[in-house]
Nanobody, 116 residues
Framework: QVQLVESGGGLVQPGGSLRLSCAVS????????MGWYRQAPGKQRELVAT???????NYADSVKGRFTISRNNAENTVWLQMNTLKPEDTAVYYC??????????WGQGTQVTVSS
């Protein structure tokens, strides 16, 4: 069974940093896009950042200049470096891996809380 294993969430003060990691335990298809999404209480899940196999990145306007997504294709791993965190970044962060045919696999989510 294919699984996405996430790690790196936690509690951090405003202005702090966290680094999220996501690894595909066993890939049965070639992964095109990997990304991070987040869902805050009472809100819909929203895109944070994505990265293609070729390295093209896309960011939500709210995180541009603060977050950086990167990946290792050989290891099917993606990271999200989050700097200058704000309280409004508080959410459950989900990793996503999408095949070239559009099949999505989601991680279980990791909680990020930004609070003093």
């Amino acid at each position: 069974q294919v699984q996405l294993v996430e790690s790196g969430g936690g509690l951090v003060q405003p202005g702090g940093s966290l680094r999220l990691s996501c690894a595909v335990s066993r890939s049965i298809f070639s992964i095109n896009i990997m990304g991070w999404y987040r869902q805050a209480p009472g809100k819909q899940r929203e895109l944070v950042a994505t990265i293609t196999r070729g390295g093209t990145t896309n960011y939500a306007d709210s995180v541009k200049g603060r977050f950086t997504i990167s990946r290792n294709n050989a290891e099917n791993t993606v990271w999200l470096q989050m700097n200058t965190l704000k309280p409004e970044d508080t959410a459950v962060y989900y990793c996503d891996a999408r095949s070239y045919s559009g099949v999505d696999i989601w991680g279980q989510g990791t909680q990020v809380t930004v609070s003093s």
